[in-house]
């Protein structure tokens, strides 16, 4: 599952597994951990819409993880590994 929010976001939000929720609709953070994350960060004064989000089952993490890394570099300006 790929990553979800703003590519450019300086907070990078990995989360260990898609739950159920996330499972069926190919997003990450939509079920009771997404509402419990999104309280947090508003507690914390993070604007959630600021940040990416991914969750990967451990079969898939590094190409997911890398993948969105990748995305979230570029759009820094920074090439991956460089």
Same mark, same amino acid.
């Given at each position: 599952?790929? $990553?979800? $929010?703003?590519? *450019?976001?300086?907070?990078?939000?990995?989360?260990?597994? @898609?739950?159920?929720?996330?499972?069926?609709?190919?997003? *990450?953070?939509?079920? !009771? %951990? $997404?509402?419990?994350?999104?309280?947090a960060?508003?507690?914390?004064?993070?604007? !959630?819409?600021?940040? *990416?989000?991914?969750?990967?089952?451990?079969?898939?993490?590094? @190409?997911?993880l890398?993948a969105?890394?990748?995305? %979230?570099?570029?759009?820094?300006?920074? *090439? !991956?590994? $460089?």
């Open positions: 599952m790929f $990553g979800d $929010g703003e590519r *450019s976001a300086l907070v990078l939000i990995v989360g260990e597994q @898609p739950g159920d929720q996330e499972g069926r609709q190919g997003h *990450s953070f939509i079920g !009771p %951990a $997404g509402k419990v994350l999104t309280r960060l508003e507690d914390a004064g993070i604007d !959630p819409k600021q940040t *990416s989000a991914t969750a990967e089952d451990r079969d898939a993490v590094c @190409p997911g890398v969105d890394l990748c995305l %979230a570099m570029q759009a820094l300006g920074k *090439s !991956p590994g $460089g």
